[in-house]
């Protein structure tokens, strides 16, 4: 047969497939559906997360702009900032935040949630101003501290700032070096940057900030007790401080209504009681008393209670998602492209490549959606009992910052692609959304350095347990069955008796993924470290790659256990059958992306591989049905998807932007193709 009359014959085929599909056979597919999947959604504080829509929606200060300078950027974010700062939602929280109470915590990440779909920048600054100043206190000074500054804070009266990183050092806290020397005549602290990789760098509100939380490594009688947070004024009346000094340092490659600056402190003086001291003081004498004796485990319990801004971080991350993937589903929903002869060209949510694209993304930010609660219920009850330390939630929460903010950007990289030129341009949000997110993989914790905080606590549990064959927490997924499985490498037909497209087929399967690569990694460990006599640390480094697979994937295995009981707990039927089909896509999905692991450990074979593609396929068509009423069940608030492909109509936005759906018939014949 004739070659290129094979592949038009191939091209009709294919066109007969692809013909557009009748979206009216959806289940959410009336406005009661919708709601009730945002409430679902939303959880327990959609009646706020309701209030604040219909405020930002109504509130013109948080409409888009586009094409403004820097200046003008950070004066827009300052002034939302502070105009969301004085509403009285976020006075009462404050007032939460400072007495603790249940809920405060899952409260204040469900501003975040909303507050990030209006402007990251806003979220951040605000973050920066308050809850990460102001957490600082709450988590780490005493109940004076939290009396002295809260009010203060709520009423605006000054606003905050956060110095941690260094120049010299970012994710390695324990070896900053800016220090506080105390000086028991005067009854102060001396704050000090000894030399430039000291200074204070990336410092959000640094051109604004009136007082700021300071991390310096705290000196006694010549003795460091490691590092120790501080309170220190910077600015008075608007001026710089004797001894601050702020650079700013200027455009960024996103995020530019956050200022960022530089900030080193000469011989800077504060009062004794400026030492936020609820893990360790010192006396007016000079005399350093702490609750816990070692220097390690005190650090590692101020890191731990500062934990709530990584899960600040994955709600803002899944919030980003969320916006790109409603401008880019609408957007395909509205354009079209090609098509069979004689017909109308199609819709490019219709075809099969752009489903695959985008539809697993979507999975994803459910998943992300029902975990990062799940983690911020945990973390929260832990703060609550004064347990913040708690390792296995500290690991979940350190390996879903990372997950999902990785998961964001490749996201809204594909939103991006996935709109053409029209993705490129600012005015349809997309490629800001995704220049303004890009920091989080760094930021709070660089990604590669928290997954390997996730592999030490997971190896730490499995070395005391194994042996014994007991499994709790962390590794409470092992069961005898998975554990000869692990041991001998051998699979029994019981074990992989599932079908591939049942959840205790794709659970058990990322249990034993988990289980074996944390079994090998740490056979691994033992033979260079007790066998070979290899320095631990250089043992560990050459593992890295071993040990973060196995972090992400006990990061998976997470987010699919809460997916499948986030659909079992769905009181709406319909909206169950969809989330169903959103899951079971989200868990094929990473199935198939590591399936050339599974085949090499032959838990799959070729022929499965196929099936899960196959269904893969057929579940991400059928969830593209459902799309564009599961990205309106994100309530995206109407100011925040001011994006002409998304069919927002702004005033100053061009004709260009925006999308007619009224295209002719498509003149393109198989045989005409130049193949």
């Given amino acids: 047969m004739d070659s290129k009359a094979a592949a038009q014959r191939r091209v009709r085929t294919a066109m007969d497939h692809l013909k557009p599909k009748d979206r009216s056979s959806a289940l959410l597919n009336d406005e009661d559906h919708v709601a009730r999947l945002r409430r679902y959604l939303d959880g327990d504080h959609f009646e706020m997360k309701d209030r604040m829509r219909k405020y930002l929606a109504d509130n013109r200060l948080f409409d888009q702009r586009d094409n403004l300078s820097l200046a003008e950027e950070r004066s827009l974010a300052h002034e939302r900032a502070k105009t969301l700062l004085a509403h009285p939602e976020i006075a009462r929280q404050l007032d939460t935040m400072a007495e603790m109470l249940p809920g405060t915590m899952m409260r204040g990440w469900a501003f975040g949630d909303i507050f990030a779909m209006t402007d990251i920048s806003v979220n951040i600054k605000m973050g920066v101003?308050?809850?990460?100043?102001?957490?600082?206190?709450?988590?780490?000074?005493?109940?004076?501290?939290?009396?002295?500054?809260?009010?203060?804070?709520?009423?605006?009266?000054?606003?905050g700032m956060f110095c941690m990183t260094e120049k010299g050092h970012g994710s390695n806290v324990r070896c900053i070096e800016t220090t506080?020397?105390?000086?028991?005549?005067?009854?102060?602290?001396?704050?000090?940057?000894?030399?430039?990789?000291?200074?204070?760098?990336?410092?959000?509100?640094?051109m604004h900030g009136d007082f700021a939380v300071v991390f310096a490594q705290l000196i006694i009688d010549g003795e460091s007790k490691g590092p120790h947070a501080f309170v220190v004024r910077t600015r008075q009346d608007g001026q710089l401080c004797e001894g601050v000094v702020a650079e700013d340092m200027g455009p960024k490659a996103g995020l530019n209504g956050v200022d960022n600056g530089?900030?080193?402190?000469?011989?800077?003086?504060?009062?004794?009681?400026?030492?936020?001291?609820?893990?360790?003081?010192?006396?007016?004498?000079?005399?350093?008393?702490?609750?816990?004796?070692?220097?390690?485990?005190?650090?590692?319990?101020?890191?731990?209670?500062?934990?709530?801004?990584?899960?600040?971080?994955?709600?803002?991350?899944?919030?980003?998602?969320?916006?790109?993937?409603?401008i880019a589903i609408t957007y395909a929903t509205r354009r079209r492209q090609f098509g069979p002869s004689g017909a109308p060209e199609m819709h490019i949510m219709d075809y099969q490549t752009h489903q695959l694209r985008l539809m697993p993304f979507l999975a994803t930010s459910l998943a992300l959606t029902f975990t990062t609660k799940y983690a911020g219920h945990l973390l929260e009850e832990c703060t609550l009992s004064e347990n913040e330390g708690d390792r296995e939630v500290q690991a979940l929460c350190a390996g879903l910052k990372a997950y999902s903010t990785w998961q964001n950007l490749h996201c809204l990289q594909t939103c991006r692609e996935c709109c053409g030129g029209q993705g490129y341009m600012l005015v349809n949000k997309v490629a800001r959304l995704r220049a303004d997110s890009d920091i989080f993989v760094t930021f709070e914790g660089d990604n590669t350095v928290l997954l390997q905080q996730v592999a030490k606590d997971l190896l730490a549990q499995y070395s005391r347990q194994f042996e014994q064959g007991i499994f709790t927490g962390l590794l409470s997924f092992f069961n005898n069955e998975l554990i000869t499985a692990i041991r001998t490498s051998s699979l029994n037909l019981a074990f992989l008796s599932a079908p591939v497209t049942s959840s205790r087929y794709y659970a058990r399967a990322l249990a034993f993924r988990e289980g074996k690569l944390l079994h090998t990694v740490a056979l691994r460990l033992v033979n260079k470290v007790k066998r070979k006599r290899q320095n631990p640390f250089l043992a560990w480094n050459e593992c890295l790659d071993h040990l973060l697979a196995v972090a992400l994937t006990h990061v998976q295995r997470i987010c699919v256990e809460r997916f499948v009981a986030a659909v079992e707990a769905c009181p709406d039927r319909g909206n169950a059958r969809t989330l169903?089909?959103?899951?079971?896509?989200?868990?094929?999905?990473?199935?198939?992306?590591?399936r050339g692991w599974y085949l090499s450990q032959n838990y799959m074979n070729q022929q499965t591989a196929k099936e899960l593609r196959k269904h893969m396929i057929g579940l991400a068509a059928k969830l593209a049905e459902h799309a564009p009423d599961v990205v309106d069940a994100f309530g995206i608030p109407e100011s925040c998807l001011q994006a002409p492909i998304a069919g927002a109509r702004k005033h100053d936005s061009p004709e260009w932007a925006y999308v007619s759906e009224g295209r002719g018939a498509a003149d393109l014949n198989p045989e005409d193709l130049p193949l």
């Fill in 180 to 206: 506080a020397h105390f000086d028991a005549a005067a009854q102060e602290f001396i704050i000090h940057t000894p030399h430039d990789g000291a200074r204070k760098l990336y410092i959000g509100n640094a």
């Fill in 262 to 326: 530089s900030i080193t402190f000469h011989q800077v003086r504060v009062p004794r009681d400026r030492l936020l001291n609820r893990f360790a003081d010192v006396s007016p004498a000079g005399r350093y008393t702490s609750s816990i004796d070692s220097n390690t485990k005190r650090f590692n319990a101020m890191l731990a209670a500062l934990t709530d801004t990584r899960v600040a971080l994955s709600f803002t991350s899944t919030a980003a998602m969320k916006v790109g993937l409603a």
């Fill in 129 to 159: 101003m308050t809850w990460l100043f102001g957490g600082a206190i709450a988590r780490l000074g005493s109940d004076l501290h939290i009396e002295r500054w809260f009010s203060s804070l709520k009423n605006l009266e000054f606003t």
């Fill in 580 to 594: 169903k089909v959103a899951c079971d896509l989200y868990a094929m999905n990473l199935l198939y992306e590591e």
